[in-house]
């Protein structure tokens, strides 16, 4: 597990190059926000998270397998990266940002997905 990486996978860079290439500008995993967001529009007070289905167990997907080995320790860790996503959502919500969640599987659909991020971005 240490190889696996919490920035720049597939699906939070073709979120990046999407906004990128319709003009958004905006801040890579700031330090000082609860969770270091994935893409933060600090002009704007939004948040653009991006989250794998698999490690943030999005429920009904089916991405979402528990792996047969060692199942305790698999359903533990993810019910505990839920809690932590959930618990950093509620802080940035409490801290005045508007959080907009991009899941794996949502961007199979990338028309649907750019004009959800594009009206999130614009209200």
Known sequence: MAQVKSKGMKPEM???RLL????????LHRADLPGR???????RRKIVLVNGCFWHYHSGCPRVRI???NQDYWLAKLKRNKA????NLGLL????????TV?????R???????????????
């Not at 967001?37 to 002009?43: E, I, K, S, T």
């Not at 932590?84 to 618990?87: I, N």
């Not at 659909?109 to 209200?123: K, N, Q, V, W």
């Open 14 to 16: 073709q979120v990046r």
């Open 103 to 107: 899941w794996e599987c949502q961007l």
């Open 84 to 87: 932590r996503d959930e618990r």
């Open 93 to 100: 919500e409490e801290s005045g940002w508007a959080v907009m």
């Open 109 to 123: 659909d990338l028309a649907e997905t750019t004009a959800r991020l594009i009206a999130f971005l614009e209200r």
């Open 67 to 69: 792996p047969a080995a």
């Open 37 to 43: 967001p994935d893409l933060v529009f600090p002009a």
């Open 20 to 27: 990128h290439g319709l003009g958004y500008r905006y801040r």
